[in-house]
């Protein structure tokens, strides 16, 4: 079985597949493969935490990142 590596958005830290080129939540082309932890959010409209971390689509986000 293949391992999935994700990469996180350093702008809104959403967690993508490696060739993702664009971020789906914010846009930005920048991105680290340096990240550890995640929440994964499936509500964003009625989340505090989607709220505060400023998620606007359903998903992944890491919770740490090199910087």
């Known amino acids: 079985m293949a391992k999935v590596v994700y990469k996180a958005c350093r702008k809104c830290r959403y967690l993508t597949e490696i060739k993702t080129e664009k971020c789906p939540n914010c846009g930005s082309t920048e991105f680290t493969k340096?990240?550890?932890?995640?929440?994964?959010v499936i509500d964003p409209g009625n989340s505090q935490v989607a709220e505060k971390i400023d998620a606007k689509i359903p998903g992944a986000y890491a919770i740490k990142m090199a910087r």
């Not at 340096?34 to 994964?40: A, C, D, F, S």
Request: cysteine-free; hydrophobic content about 55%.
């Open 34 to 40: 340096l990240w550890r932890g995640y929440i994964i």
